[in-house]
């Protein structure tokens, strides 16, 4: 998504640790075609989703990788399909929008270009964008939370708000209650 008026919106910047009525700032990232992305391009009210998943993940750790196979395939390791098949679907529907934060390669550096592309290899789903933090302000911010990985953050993405945050699982039971 695209937002035209994400100029004009407000930006807070970012806290060190992100807690529930933060307004996220405006963080620009390369993803994984090496294109730059700026956050505030999924908000917008001209988009088809209203919760914004914001997925703290390292390429070493493997329930991240478990993780976005579920989102990419089904394959469900983690125990989700059961619970959550109605955030999957609006993921793939485009009703949900989740966005992968990689925040280490398999040394604890930040993740590069390579990285990136290989991860959307291994776990491809077009709408999921994989996204490097290379100053780790995100998951530092999110991971101050909850102290493991992966964790999440869930936003409002008219306002950008943090309405959620924790591990993979409370983001994802916040979604699950507002389908």
Known sequence: PYNPDKDDMDDEGFDSVFSVGDIIGNHTGKDQFGDSVQFFD???????????????????????????????????????????????RALNKGTVQWITILGEDNYGDAASPAVLRAWDKSFPNENVPVMADKNKVLVDGVLANTGYWPSAMVLDAKTMEVVAIGGVPDALDYVAGSL
Do not use: H
């Open 42 to 88: 999924f908000a917008a009210d001209n988009t088809d989703f209203d919760l914004i998943i914001v997925d703290v993940s390292a390429e070493w750790c493997g329930p991240c990788q478990a993780t976005s196979l579920w989102l990419s395939t089904g394959e469900d390791a983690m125990g989700f399909e059961g619970q959550y098949k109605s955030v999957r």
